[in-house]
């Protein structure tokens, strides 16, 4: 796709949602952001979304977005003024000016967010992103063993910038974890600062539309079934039923669980869900139907909006749905994280009782 | 010829698996356990599970990923399409989420949480064992009993308790008339239990129960020791068994120590007794201070008790012990109860000098005492008499003799349960000498042999009825549920047999003698 797509404020309703999806039931509300986007595209104009393919393979870029807690952000609002502050800083650093910068993850508020950088400091947003959709950890970037996370900039709202000259991927996670907590729980970040030719070829493409198309199929949809939604969106409806249980455990360090369905018609079949922040498997009566890195959705069944795992409820009435993954995220590549089950903390499910 | 093979309800039993968790699949826990398989979690999807097969699944190692328990559902799944009996998880700490145990469910699968920290192989290998050599497991179960008993096994709780432990299961032994003597109360009803005549098992509901009758030194079961175990198989059972005809030898030796010393202390106190009533006053010091030993006071205010005891099956060893805890339960607490000719006899001792009414209250808790000894007892037939306070030592003699009149005007009274006190007798008095002169009951037994030849009871009760209702037909018939005309008719035929005219007064008053007489002592009714 050679020709630039522009992104006016009139489209941030459809891509909130399509980011929505592609979270699979984590990555932040877009509450915090959806607002944000619109006022910056209604003040900066239209933003140019281009494919990194496009761009001079050797233009320097950038992903954005934020990091730690999406519940803090919908408390201490971002303003766009963080985000600026540690791509500025990352430059700075650098000793480079970006070309373009890519959201950091599709799935949920990061989706919006880099385009919120992009537009406030007039740089075209990158088609793509380094997740594909959303991921709990800063290390889970398909970017990752190719173009390295530091330096990176991390600024917060209150004015405080941090810059880590150098640091393992490996170590990332744990480092931007230790700071968050002095930078008010969430953070601006821009890491993985590298060339067009690199994300070209590594980062996930396309994220930008298919956020796009996945929000234009929602609010598109006409049939009751919602066959022309599942079909427009790529997406397979595997379960519909009421919630019977969600057993919540809570570590310091990671939200799990499981949740029971009960199939709306029969009686005795039900589903599994194991989720982190994101939903990230769903057995059918045993029958593996979305794992991760697939994107599993509960949908309202009534209204089908998607339901994020914290507001899930018992006795709700839900669709499940499996929105493929990427295939870029299937594919093992040295220094990468496990971006499937494994990378959740659970057992690999093995791929022989696939239906 | 006993069934073999192992179900999984029997695996369940296992000590070993005591504190695991069923979390679902229970309508599938009498399948046939064929074989035991290690399934490790990277193998689920890929190993072979054979048919009829216990799947052991343990997670929780610490090297794998911290989230394992989806696996479960995924190995119900295949467990089902293979025909797996059972699944097994160990290293679990979590509560099985609702879809999973919901999945068991539904393919009948019983799948059990492990405790924590019970390792996976030695498990796999002790149901291996059980799987395929029951007999093995049996042996260890037995071994541990016997050496239980080796060092516990004297005492009658120490048995009970070496079976519970052993079997892990709830241990009673009781006697035919239901009371408990060691152990819980069982969940099985008593009749259940005492109505074994050899050592056998069986299921009542959920509960599977092994029972074994002991018989005493009359040759007759006098102990019944039933073991009692809630979802436990057949294996389970026939272990029960073999355990309890193990303990059959120290439970055997246990009673017949005990009958053996009841026997020598009643032999100990009738001598006692016998000394006492014959010297009176002039105890020696050595008698006193035995009887002091055998829990009888000679100084103080007296009332004699005496019990007539009889059942249509026979007397418990037993009968008389819980008799004297029934005693104790109604506030009574006489000195022990020693054997006569003709039933049991104490007496209750109180350091000062007694209220006119105190016999009639002694009565008062007597009654209450018999009637719970008799619900819980039934078909035993019980008298009591109540003496009048007496002095001393040389009193003894005479509340005894008085509450023993007491209890055959009692036992007269042809009621089950029957309490006197002597002082309420008055011209029934006169009457005991006749009923217990042997010479009138002989002459009795001659009087009413032709009646008692025919062994028509209902002609005897019809005539015992019609004398004391004043030879009324009409209300003997209502009294007894039969025609007026029933009663002539009856009454016709017995006047026949016996060769008597009743409207004769003195042949009525002999008649009506002889037939308490009779029923006083139901010994012509024995002799032929």
Redesign the interface.
């Given at each position: 796709m050679l020709r630039p797509m522009y992104l006016n404020a009139a489209d941030v309703e459809v891509l909130a949602l399509g980011c929505t999806f592609l979270g699979a039931g984590g990555g932040g509300s877009v509450a915090a952001a959806a607002p944000l986007l619109r006022h910056t595209l209604e003040v900066n104009g239209t933003l140019p979304v281009v494919s990194a393919s496009a761009l001079d393979p050797d233009a320097r870029v950038a992903c954005v977005g934020a990091v730690g807690s999406s519940t803090v952000m919908l408390e201490r609002l971002p303003s766009g003024v963080e985000l600026a502050a540690a791509v500025r800083a990352l430059e700075r650093h650098t000793g480079t000016r970006f070309q373009a910068l890519q959201p950091l993850e599709i799935g949920g508020v990061n989706g919006l967010l880099g385009l919120v950088a992009a537009s406030r400091l007039g740089l075209p947003a990158i088609d793509g992103d380094a997740m594909g959709r959303a991921y709990p950890r800063l290390d889970h970037t398909v970017l990752m063993g190719v173009v390295p996370a530091s330096p990176l900039a991390l600024a917060d709202a209150g004015g405080d910038v941090m810059l880590v000259d150098s640091a393992g991927d490996r170590s990332v996670e744990r480092l931007v974890r230790a700071v968050l907590p002095a930078m008010g729980a969430w953070a601006a970040v821009c890491l993985h600062a590298g060339t067009a030719g690199q994300y070209a070829r590594h980062a996930v493409p396309a994220s930008v539309s298919r956020a796009l198309t996945l929000g234009r199929a929602w609010t598109g949809r006409r049939r009751e079934d919602g066959a022309d939604f599942l079909a427009a969106a790529q997406a397979r409806l595997v379960f519909t039923g009421t919630v019977?249980?969600i057993?919540r455990?809570r570590s310091a360090t990671e939200i799990?669980g499981?949740?029971?369905?009960?199939h709306a018609c029969e009686e005795?079949?039900?589903?599994?869900i194991?989720f982190a922040n994101e939903y990230v498997?769903a057995?059918d009566?045993?029958?593996?139907v979305s794992t991760a890195p697939d994107i599993t959705c509960v949908l309202d069944a009534r209204t089908w909006e998607p339901v994020s795992v914290e507001r899930l409820a018992v006795q709700q009435r839900v669709r499940v749905i499996r929105l493929p993954a990427p295939e870029t995220l299937r594919r093992p590549h040295p220094g990468r994280l496990d971006l499937g089950?494994?990378g959740?903390?659970?057992?690999?499910?093995?791929?022989?009782?696939r239906p | 010829m006993r069934d073999e093979a192992v179900r999984f309800r029997d695996l369940q039993a296992l000590p070993t698996l005591n504190s695991a968790r069923l979390v679902g699949g229970g309508a599938g826990l009498d399948t046939v356990v064929r074989e035991v398989e290690i399934v490790e979690p990277e193998a689920v999807m890929t190993a072979e599970l054979p048919p009829a097969a216990l799947i052991v699944l343990p997670f929780g190692d610490t090297d794998g990923p911290i989230h394992q328990e989806h696996l479960l559902d995924l190995m119900l799944r295949r467990a089902h399409l293979a025909k797996v009996c059972a699944i097994i998880v160990t290293g679990h700490h979590s509560e099985i989420a609702t879809a999973t145990r919901r999945l068991a469910d539904k393919f009948a699968i019983p799948t059990l949480v492990a405790p924590d920290r019970l390792p996976a192989l030695p498990l796999a290998v002790h149901l291996r064992t059980v799987v395929h050599e029951p007999r093995v497991e049996r042996s260890r179960i037995l071994h541990a009993l016997t050496s239980r008993l080796r060092t516990h096994g004297e005492k009658l709780d120490q048995i009970v308790t070496c079976l519970a432990t052993t079997l892990d299961a709830a241990a009673t032994a009781c006697t035919a008339q239901g009371a408990v003597l060691s152990g819980g109360e069982p969940a099985t009803p008593v009749p259940d239990i005492v109505s074994s005549r050899t050592l056998c098992s069986f299921k009542t509901g959920d509960t599977s129960i092994a029972v074994l009758p002991v018989s005493g030194l009359a040759g007759s079961a006098a102990l019944w020791v039933a073991v009692e175990r809630a979802g436990a198989g057949a294996l389970w059972r026939g272990t029960a068994e073999l355990c309890l005809s193990v303990a059959h030898g120290p439970l055997l030796a246990w009673l017949a120590r005990e009958q053996l010393t009841a026997e020598r202390d009643a032999r100990l106190r009738g001598t006692l007794l016998a000394e006492i009533l014959e010297h009176g006053g002039a105890v020696t010091s050595a008698v006193a201070e035995q009887a002091a030993m055998a829990g009888w006071e000679l100084a103080g205010w007296h009332v004699g008790l005496h019990f007539r005891l009889s059942h249509s099956a026979g007397l418990s060893t037993f009968t008389v012990d819980t008799l004297a805890r029934e005693l104790a339960a109604a506030q009574l607490f006489p000195g022990p109860l020693v054997e006569r000719a003709d039933g049991w006899s104490t007496w209750i001792t109180s350091p000062q000098a007694v209220p006119a009414d105190h016999a009639h209250k002694v009565a008062g808790k007597l009654t209450r005492a018999l009637k719970a000894f008799r619900d819980r007892r039934s078909g035993v037939t019980v008298a009591a008499g109540v003496g009048s306070p007496q002095r001393d030592a040389s009193g003894i003699a005479t509340t005894l003799a008085e509450a023993r009149q007491a209890a055959v005007i009692a036992a007269s009274s042809g009621d089950g349960m029957a309490v006197r006190v002597v002082q309420d007798l008055g011209a029934s008095r006169l009457l005991l000498g006749w009923y217990s002169s042997s010479a009138f009951r002989d002459y009795a037994g001659q009087i009413l042999r032709p009646l008692l030849d025919t062994r028509d009871k209902d002609l005897i009760a019809t005539l015992e009825a019609y004398l004391d209702r004043s030879c009324s037909a009409m209300q003997t018939g209502r009294v007894l549920g039969i025609h007026r005309n029933t009663v002539s008719q009856r009454m016709a035929r017995a006047e026949k047999l016996l060769g008597l005219s009743l409207s004769q007064a003195d042949t009525r008053l002999a008649v009506q003698l002889a037939l308490r007489a009779l029923r006083t002592s139901d010994l012509p009714t024995r002799t032929r």
């Open positions: 019977l249980e057993r455990t799990s499981v949740i029971s369905l009960g005795d079949r039900s589903m599994r194991d498997a057995f009566d045993g029958v593996p089950l494994r959740y903390g659970m057992a690999e499910v093995g791929t022989e009782a | -």
